[in-house]
């Protein structure tokens, strides 16, 4: 595997961002926090980069950082956002890390080689233990989940899915 990096938003260009994003039109995109809504490219990096301290959380959101996999080149092969602390909502449903690997990507191992980065930087941020959901029907994220040590604690059904909940011990 060709030498991969794990950079924050200010190391991306915004062409290879939008050539990211646009590759998802035919499905949700993952991480939530690379949603635009509405805004363009450099409000969204600003107020991505604001998240990462508290005080600048809107309310119900917990500070974050994301993280993207890229080649060196520059070209975008994934997305991770990392919460090092939950709140109720992403205690059911969203957990500690939030990941996600180009459609045109996947099926080649960067799933499995991202995660194995975040978890690394997690440990170097003092976390002990992570939690990853995935929907049940996301039998490759699952798996990914399950290849780094994720280990299933149970399902809870929400709108008609079911939501795994995995912790891994790092």
Request: charged share 25%; hydrophobic share 35%; aromatic share 10%.
């Amino acid at each position: 595997m060709e030498l991969l990096n794990l950079v924050p938003v200010e190391a991306i260009e915004p062409q290879k961002f939008y050539d990211y994003i646009n590759e998802w039109e035919n499905e949700k995109l993952v991480p939530f926090a690379l949603r635009l809504n509405g805004r363009d490219y450099n409000e969204w990096k600003q107020e991505d980069i604001d998240r990462r301290s508290k005080e600048n959380c809107p309310p119900g959101i917990v500070p974050s950082l994301t993280l993207f996999l890229v080649e060196l080149d520059g070209n975008i092969l994934g997305t991770v956002n990392i919460r090092r602390y939950l709140n109720e909502n992403l205690e059911k449903f969203g957990g500690h890390i939030g990941y996600g690997i180009r459609p045109s990507f996947r099926g080649r191992g960067y799933g499995k080689a991202q995660l194995g980065m975040t978890l690394k930087m997690c440990r170097a941020f003092g976390m002990t233990k992570v939690l990853i959901t995935c929907d049940k029907s996301n039998i490759a994220s699952a798996k990914i989940i399950q290849y780094n040590g994720g280990v299933l604690e149970n399902e809870i059904e929400e709108e008609n899915k079911i939501i795994q909940r995995y912790w891994i011990e790092i």
